[in-house]
């Protein structure tokens, strides 16, 4: 069973940059990939980014190309998410995922962690 906490969220002003990390325990890290998806208020939950086991091969929903970055720290179990040039429509819960499988960390990811607020404000 892998453990997920999430950590990092808070309130940023629109064009600001906000760190998240997600530290994972129970499991051997480097056998999973991890990702991030993200929730905001009456919208569906949806896949923000993945990154291989590795860390050499990353994801991207295409709104947040080019302004999110996703990376690995394997001998520290954790994943981050860098944000930067933040959009107010990026207001939403962040929940850390992760799973043995490279395509279904993606879509329909085993573990979960609670998640953590980021507000964007205008």
């Known amino acids: 069973q892998v453990s997920l906490v999430e950590s990092g969220g808070g309130l940023v002003q629109a064009g600001g940059s906000l760190g998240l990390s997600c530290a994972a325990s129970g499991g051997t890290f480097s056998n999973y990939a991890m990702g991030w998806f993200r929730q905001a208020p009456g919208k569906e939950r949806e896949f923000v980014a993945a990154i291989n086991w590795r860390g050499d091969i990353t994801h991207y929903e295409d709104s947040v190309k080019g302004r999110f970055t996703i990376s690995r720290g394997n001998a520290k179990n954790t994943v981050y998410l860098q944000m930067s040039s933040l959009k107010p429509e990026d207001t939403a819960v962040y929940s850390c995922?992760?799973?043995?499988?490279?395509?279904?960390?993606?879509?329909?990811?085993?573990?979960w962690g609670q998640g953590t607020q980021v507000t964007v404000s205008s």
């Open positions: 995922v992760a799973d043995v499988n490279t395509i279904v960390v993606r879509t329909r990811p085993n573990y």
